[in-house]
């Protein structure tokens, strides 16, 4: 395939062109500091049901964000029109903003000193040519390959295939003016399962920045098929207190917890269980997170941040130490920090991890409740609170032995985070959040 660098390259060079000119526009109106970011994706997204084509939609879009600063005064506005007439009524609006809000000491762009000037290349763009009826092809491929697993697949919910680029480009009043490429490819089955009266659903899916890097369609549908298969005949359990395993694909949903609740935003505000704890012990003394934005090819990497601060590689949790807090530049100035490079979001987080796989880790556990899905919102970052449906496994004698649904696991972040008694090795690499599956030592079920 002819290469298309060049052609990304030079698009980047005419977005940042149109950044410089709207921050010049900035200045023309009397801003003492500006801020913009413009971005531009296109792809291919492909569904079928049933081997049919539900949709297909060719997405080219973009837009533009900035924030002028007139003194202490903010004023923000943004556009999905990126004409050069459209981009300078949206400057002049965020001008018009900024007259009517209130001054503000910690307001700004973030300091010359925290941004990144010269991004490093994290191998983040690999375009590929997919076409229409190749793209069918791989969704009803992935929905025959389910069907053919067993017989007790009886429906679909569809396959859908997805393949977008695009780019980003931020610029300040600073001089800074930064841009990188970047690709996504996406592959994703759900089907449904029957037997006798009982009915379940379930999905696998494949993302990746290279597409040759996916799974295969077929392993997708049959991994989606086995899901959904192993679901079925599910029951309750008696309310108790038990070990619980949340299995990797959704153990990173415990550390996004962690997330907000250290991010500077929920310090400031004072809304968060772990206020006051730099230094503390948080975390079973076995755990350590690490943040690598930098690493090539990785779906979280950024070589900078939504305010074009530096990312850096950052030890969030050191042996069960909370080290620092999740900072914007407006979050760190209230804190009084400097910036950790977080407006928005955390950028590839490394769970440590012992060397059980999953079902090492069930043994290791005995008995007690494999979690595989979660359902509800039932999760309160200023107490710590935690209590959300549940739908998984039962295992006993370290074996699974039966499928588990209608149940609620419940705890305290506080408690669950330091009885984390085991990581296991089956990393889970489609996010931002590195983590294998990870054993709590005790919860409350609460189930028939």
């Known amino acids: 395939m002819q290469s298309t660098q060049p052609t990304i390259w030079q698009e ?3 977005v940042k062109q149109a950044v410089a000119e709207v921050l010049a526009h900035a200045k023309q109106l009397g801003a003492s500091s500006a801020e913009a970011s413009m971005s531009r994706t296109k792809g291919l997204s492909v569904e079928t049901r049933h081997g049919e084509v539900e949709t297909v939609e060719f997405n080219q879009d973009g837009g533009l964000g900035i924030s002028l600063y007139f003194g202490q005064r903010k004023g923000s506005a943004s556009t999905a029109d990126l004409s050069p007439q459209a981009l300078r009524r949206t400057v002049e609006a965020a001008a018009d903003i900024a007259r009517y809000t209130s001054e503000d000491p910690h307001t700004g762009i973030a300091d010359a000193s925290w941004l990144e000037m010269s991004p490093p290349d994290l191998d983040l763009y690999h375009p590929e040519t997919i076409g229409t009826d190749e793209a069918i092809a791989l969704c009803a491929g992935a929905e025959q390959a389910a069907f053919a697993t067993d017989n007790r697949i ?23 003016l930064v841009g990188h490429p970047s690709s996504r490819h996406s592959f994703s089955c759900v089907v449904i399962g029957e037997d006798g009266d009982d009915m379940q659903r379930d999905y696998s899916f494949t993302v990746a920045r290279q597409y040759s890097k996916l799974l295969d369609p077929k392993q997708i549908g049959r991994e989606a098929a086995l899901e959904t298969i192993a ?15 949340f299995r990797a694909d959704i153990a990173s949903s415990l550390f996004g917890h962690l997330v907000s609740a250290i991010s500077g935003g929920s310090i400031y505000r004072k809304s968060s269980f772990l206020l006051d704890k730099v230094g503390q012990q948080i975390m079973a003394p076995g755990i350590t997170v690490l943040e690598q934005p930098h690493l090539k090819q990785a779906l979280a990497s950024s070589p900078f941040d939504g305010e074009g601060v530096k990312t850096r590689d950052l030890t969030v949790i050191d042996s069960g130490i909370l080290t620092t807090y999740l900072t914007t530049s407006y979050s760190a100035r209230k804190l009084g920090m400097a910036s950790t490079g977080h407006a928005g979001g955390i950028h590839n987080w490394l769970i440590s991890h012992g060397d059980e796989d999953l079902l090492q880790l069930c043994r290791t556990m005995g008995k007690g409740l494999l979690v595989t899905e979660l359902m509800g919102q039932g999760v309160n970052t200023v107490t710590g609170d935690y209590s959300r449906g549940a739908a998984g496994f039962w295992v006993e004698n370290g074996e699974i032995q039966f499928p588990v649904s209608e149940v609620t696991i419940a705890g305290n972040l506080k408690d669950m985070f330091m009885q984390i008694a085991a990581v296991g090795n089956d990393i889970d690499r489609r996010g931002g959040v590195l983590t294998g599956s990870v054993l709590i030592s005790q919860m409350q079920v609460a189930g028939s």
Do not use: C, M, W
Not at 157 to 176: D, I, M, P, R, W
Not at 233 to 243: G, L
């Open 12 to 14: 980047i060079d005419e």
């Open 154 to 176: 009886t429906n679909s919910e569809g396959a859908s295939f997805s393949s977008h680029t695009g780019l980003k480009v931020y610029g300040n009043s600073h001089g800074q």
């Open 231 to 245: 679901r079925l005949n599910a029951r309750q359990v008696p309310t108790q207190k038990v070990p619980v395993i």
